[in-house]
């Protein structure tokens, strides 16, 4: 794969664990907020703890202990990276979480076709640079009538501002590149106000300091404002798509 490199990992360690777990000062209710909102997605569409669940861009595993925790579903992660995959070992066995993780390259998969029930894919897809080729992968191993729950950022400026986005779509263009092979997504959710995600990370601000306590604290409220998508809210920056497998072949 030629990907922008992503080595977040070396750097930081599992931080995707502490963005979730982490208390006020650690946490990341963005994070948290992205998580919640697959989890939800997935519980909606009947995930239930036989339910065999694939992780795609896996990373360190936070997802996948979350998704186990919440649902009871044993899973498996993908991630190309090796020190992602130790990283997310690690932490299931601390944690005393069920799963299996596997190092991967990205468009193929070892798994036979049809051999799970559901899948994730949470912020990974705006990272490569052959989005239709992951997707097709994914639908490859999902059985007919399987659920797909994806997310990635809602494009707002000419470039992507992160640079290890290689794109970004607006909600329209992203639909229309999963409807070749997923068909019309059955769920679209658009949270994150644009607001909060700028107060929150703007740098070197007494502000955004203060913006990030306050979210944190609503998010260990149960009231993540991150989670917001109605008024006074008309602008987002996360897109969550709910796709299924269609039987037959793609479009």
């Known amino acids: 794969m030629s990907e922008i490199e992503f080595d977040k990992y070396a750097r930081k360690g599992a931080y995707h664990w502490r963005d979730y777990y982490g208390g006020l000062l650690r946490m990341n209710a963005g994070v948290k907020a992205r998580y919640d ?15 065999r669940l694939v992780d795609i861009g896996c990373g360190d595993g936070a997802l996948s202990g979350v998704i186990a925790k919440e649902l009871g579903c044993e899973g498996t992660g993908v991630d190309p990276s090796a020190i992602a995959i130790r990283f997310a070992d690690a932490e299931f066995a601390r944690r005393g979480l069920a799963g299996e993780f596997v190092q991967a390259d990205g468009y193929r998969y070892p798994f036979p076709d049809a051999a799970f029930d559901a899948a994730v894919c949470s912020d990974v897809i705006e990272h490569v640079r052959e989005p239709e080729a992951l997707l097709s992968e994914i639908r490859r191993v999902l059985r007919p009538g399987g659920v797909f729950v ?12 992160d640079p290890l986005h290689v794109q970004e779509w607006f909600g329209g263009e992203f639909a229309a590149l999963c409807r070749p092979v997923f068909g019309e997504p059955v769920g679209r959710r658009y949270t994150h106000p644009v607001f909060w995600y700028e107060a929150y990370v703007l740098p070197g601000s007494t502000f955004s300091r203060l913006a990030r306590l306050l979210a944190n604290g609503l998010a260990r409220l149960g009231r993540n404002p ?21 039987p037959g072949p793609a479009a």
Do not use: K, N
Request: hydrophobic share 40%; net charge positive.
């Open 226 to 246: 991150f989670l917001g998508t109605a008024r006074p809210w008309r602008c987002f920056t996360t897109q969550t798509l709910v796709l299924l497998r269609q």
């Open 150 to 161: 994806l997310t990635t950022p809602i494009r707002f400026t000419e470039a992507p501002q």
């Open 37 to 51: 909102t697959v989890v939800d997605c997935l519980r909606r569409a009947g995930v239930t703890d036989s339910t």
